[in-house]
C-alpha cells in the first residue's frame, strides 16, 4: 500500500459504518488521520470506530447522523467542531439505490428517497461544512458519485440522476472555493460489490459487469485508495473534478 500522508488531519467520512465508507475510514486511519464517523447506524459506526488502527491526532468517533435533516447534520458539525476543533476532510459517501425499474414504472416514494439521500444529505453535509473549511483556509471535500451519473443505467432513473447531480454540485462547489484552501472533487465508480446489492436485481447487477472491460467489480479499497489522495495535502491543482474508476468502462 502506497502511503498517504493524512496525520494529524480529522477526516468526517459519511456512511461510513460499512461497504465504501468504511473502507475509506480504514484508508484514512491508516494513513495518520482521526476519523469521525457520521452515520444513522450508530453501533456499527461505533464498531467500526473502535477497529481502526489509532492514530496519534486522537480517538477515532461516531456520530448518528441522519443527512437528510438538516437539524441533525448541523448538530453533527457542532459536536465533531467541540471534539475535534477541526473538519480538515469530508468524505459523502452514505448512499442509496433505490429498487430497479423503468423511469415510467418507477415508485414515486422511491424516487424521493434515493434523491434525498444522494443528493440533499449530501447538499446538506458540504454546506454545513465547507464555512469550517473556508474559515481555517483549509479543506479536501471529496464525493461518492458514479459512473451512473455520467452515462445513465436502464432501470436506475433515481440513483442515476442522483449522482449526475452530485457530480454537478461538486463542479459547482469546487468553483466557488477554487480562490480559497479548499478543494472539492469526486469520484465516479463502476459497480463495487458492497451491501447495496441487497437493494439490486441480479439481472441489474449482471448488465453492470458486462459493460466493464475488466471483466470484474470494483473492490471497496481501490475506491478508498483513490479517495485518500484527493482527501491529502499534495491534491493541490485538482477541484471541480470527476475522477474515473470504472474498470475502462467510462467513454468520456
Known amino acids: 500500500m502506497n502511503t ?20 475509506i475510514t480504514q484508508r484514512f486511519a491508516e494513513s495518520g488521520a482521526r476519523v469521525v464517523i457520521w452515520d444513522r447506524q450508530l453501533e456499527p459506526a461505533r464498531q467500526q470506530a473502535s477497529a481502526l488502527p489509532a492514530v496519534a491526532a486522537g480517538s477515532h468517533l461516531a456520530i448518528e447522523v441522519d443527512v437528510t435533516d438538516h437539524a441533525s447534520v448541523q448538530a453533527a458539525v457542532a459536536a465533531t467542531c467541540a471534539d475535534a476543533s477541526r473538519i480538515d476532510i469530508l468524505c459523502c459517501s452514505a448512499g442509496i439505490t433505490g429498487p430497479n425499474a423503468t423511469s ?12 434525498d439521500v444522494n443528493l440533499h444529505g449530501l447538499y446538506l453535509c458540504c454546506r454545513e461544512v465547507t464555512p469550517v473549511m473556508l474559515e481555517q483556509d483549509y479543506g479536501r471535500i471529496v464525493n461518492i458519485a ?11 432513473p433515481a440513483y442515476s440522476a442522483s ?4 457530480i454537478a454540485l461538486t463542479k459547482s462547489l469546487g468553483k466557488e472555493t477554487a480562490s480559497s484552501g479548499v478543494r472539492v472533487n469526486c469520484v465516479t465508480p463502476a459497480v463495487v460489490r458492497t451491501p447495496l446489492f441487497a437493494q439490486m436485481t441480479q439481472q441489474h447487477i449482471d448488465y453492470m459487469l458486462s459493460k466493464i472491460p475488466m471483466g470484474r467489480f470494483g473492490e471497496v479499497e481501490e475506491v478508498a485508495a483513490m479517495v485518500a489522495w484527493l482527501a491529502s495535502e499534495e491534491c493541490s491543482f485538482s477541484t471541480g473534478a470527476a475522477f474515473d474508476l470504472t474498470g475502462g468502462r467510462a467513454t468520456y
Open 146 to 156: 458514479s459512473v451512473a451519473g455520467l452515462e445513465g443505467n436502464p432501470n436506475a
Open 4 to 23: 498517504i500522508d493524512l496525520q494529524g488531519r480529522v477526516a468526517v467520512v459519511t456512511g461510513g459504518a460499512s461497504g465504501i465508507g468504511a473502507a
Open 163 to 166: 449522482k449526475a447531480a452530485v
Open 104 to 115: 415510467w414504472e418507477y415508485p414515486v416514494d422511491a424516487w424521493k428517497q434515493v434523491i
